[in-house]
C-alpha cells in the first residue's frame, strides 16, 4: 500500500477554479494508477477521474470531462486535479485512491485511500 494525503480543497465560486493535489508516501508511488472520487452529502461515492500508473491512459467521469485535468509528477509523488468551471453540484469531498494495477472506475478497486479534502462551490 501506499500513504496518501490530498490537499487543495476550499470555497470557490461557480465558474472558477481549484487545482487538488494527492501526495503519496514510498518509492514505488510512480507503479501505482491513481483516481479521484467524490461523494457529496447524503449521495453515494462516484468516481471522477484516473490516471494510469505509465500516465499514458485517463478516464473523466462524464460530468466532469473538458473541465477537470488529471496529471501527475512521480518526481513529486504527487497527483494533481485540475478543476476548472466549477459548478455547485461539484460540491463534495474529494478523495484520492492508488491500486498498484490499470485504473478503474469502480472504487473497491483501489487499495490506498487520503483523507479527503472538501470542495465548496457557491452559486
Known amino acids: 500500500q501506499v500513504h496518501l494525503r490530498e490537499s487543495g480543497g476550499g470555497l470557490v465560486q461557480a465558474g472558477g477554479s481549484l487545482r487538488l493535489s494527492c501526495a503519496g508516501s514510498?518509492?514505488?508511488?510512480?507503479?501505482?494508477?491513481i483516481a479521484w472520487f467524490r461523494q457529496a452529502p447524503g449521495k453515494e461515492r462516484e468516481f471522477v477521474a484516473a490516471l494510469s500508473w505509465s500516465g499514458g491512459s485517463t478516464r473523466y467521469a462524464d460530468s466532469v470531462k473538458g473541465r477537470f485535468t488529471i496529471s501527475r509528477d512521480d518526481a513529486k509523488s504527487t497527483v494533481y486535479l485540475q478543476m476548472n468551471s466549477l459548478k455547485p453540484e461539484d460540491t463534495a469531498a474529494y478523495y484520492c485512491?492508488?491500486?498498484?494495477?490499470?485504473?478503474?472506475?469502480?472504487?473497491?478497486?483501489?487499495?490506498?485511500w487520503g483523507q479527503g479534502t472538501q470542495v465548496t462551490v457557491s452559486s
Open positions: 514510498g518509492r514505488t508511488f510512480s507503479s501505482y494508477s
Open positions: 485512491a492508488a491500486t498498484p494495477g490499470d485504473p478503474s472506475d469502480y472504487d473497491l478497486w483501489y487499495d490506498s
